[in-house]
């Protein structure tokens, strides 16, 4: 598995209010800092239209 990765928008490694990525084998993973146990799954074609979406406010 690919190491999680945060924003340096979020305030740092003891920050526990963001979201974090990590990918492996073409899989984005997706999770929150203070849930680390549940974890979306996606492909990179999906995560980027949902950052499209919410850009455009569609979302």
């Known amino acids: 598995m690919g190491s999680w990765q ?3 928008y979020s305030g740092g ?4 209010e ?3 990525v990590s990918r492996n084998d073409g ?3 997706l ?5 680390p146990g549940v974890v ?3 492909t ?9 979406a919410v850009k455009v406010k569609v979302v």
């Open 31 to 35: 999770r929150e800092s203070d849930e």
């Open 40 to 42: 979306i799954r996606t």
């Open 6 to 8: 945060r924003s340096s």
């Open 44 to 52: 990179p074609s999906n995560l980027a239209a949902l950052i499209r």
């Open 18 to 20: 963001c979201v974090e």
């Open 13 to 16: 490694m003891d920050n526990q």
């Open 27 to 29: 899989v984005i993973r």
